[in-house]
């Protein structure tokens, strides 16, 4: 399983969408960038979001940022 989950878009002003790092959720992102900040924070640097191994998108890519 990935490390890097990325939930479904959840609406909210503005939708958001929850990640969670190795089983923990770490908090939630509005946008790509928000999901590479918490991937630093974990200590994970030069993170590919297209990469499957590292990042599973639930509910839509990368790019679905509303519900």
């Not at 939708?15 to 900040?37: C, K, N, Y």
């Amino acid at each position: 399983m990935a490390p890097i989950v990325v939930l479904p878009v959840q609406p909210g002003d503005p939708p958001f969408r929850v990640v969670e790092i190795e089983g923990q959720t770490v908090g939630i992102a509005h946008d790509m960038i928000d999901v590479i900040s918490m991937a630093h924070a974990s200590g994970r640097h030069g993170v590919d979001l297209d990469d499957p191994a590292l990042v599973r998108w639930v509910g839509g890519g990368k790019y679905r940022w509303k519900p």
